[in-house]
């Protein structure tokens, strides 16, 4: 019976951290599709972070090229890609939905 309490109260607070998540998760993307960023911000914010592995002109280089990922990913599915870290060695990013939305922007804009 013990056991059994223990294995609830487990239960109880690990479905409460994922719920928490998954709600944090999903209000950042609903905030960051909100907004329309602006490409020129994104140019910048991709300067900084992302020419490393993808290239300065996002022509890849240890990452993949990236011109008409937007015809290839979702809107959601690259905000998973930047803010997930789940492609190493890619790293997860730490963005506001501000950034996320230029950022984006930017990415619609290379053809
Ligand atoms: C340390 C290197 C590195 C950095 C920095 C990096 N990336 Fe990546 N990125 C990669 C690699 C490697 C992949 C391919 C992962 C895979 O095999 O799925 C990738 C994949 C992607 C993809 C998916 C491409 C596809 O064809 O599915 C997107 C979108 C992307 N990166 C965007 C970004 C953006 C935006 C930034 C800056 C905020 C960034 N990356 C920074 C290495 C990097």
Redesign the pocket.
């Known amino acids: 019976m013990k056991k059994f309490f223990i294995f609830l109260i487990f239960l109880i607070i690990s479905s409460s951290i994922f719920f928490f998540n998954y709600h944090e998760n999903n209000k950042f993307i609903i905030d960051t599709l909100e907004l329309s960023g602006s490409a020129k911000e994104g140019d910048s ?2 300067k900084v ?2 020419v ?3 290239g300065i002109t996002a022509r890849g280089l ?5 011109h008409s ?1 937007t015809k ?2 979702t809107d959601k ?2 905000i998973k ?2 803010t997930g870290g ?6 997860s ?1 730490e ?1 506001d939905p501000v950034n996320m939305s230029n ?1 984006l922007k930017y ?1 619609h804009s290379l053809e």
């Open positions: 914010i991709f972070n992302c490393g592995c993808h240890v990452g993949p090229d990236l990922i290839r990913l599915e690259i890609q930047v789940l492609t190493p060695p890619m790293p990013f963005i950022l990415l």
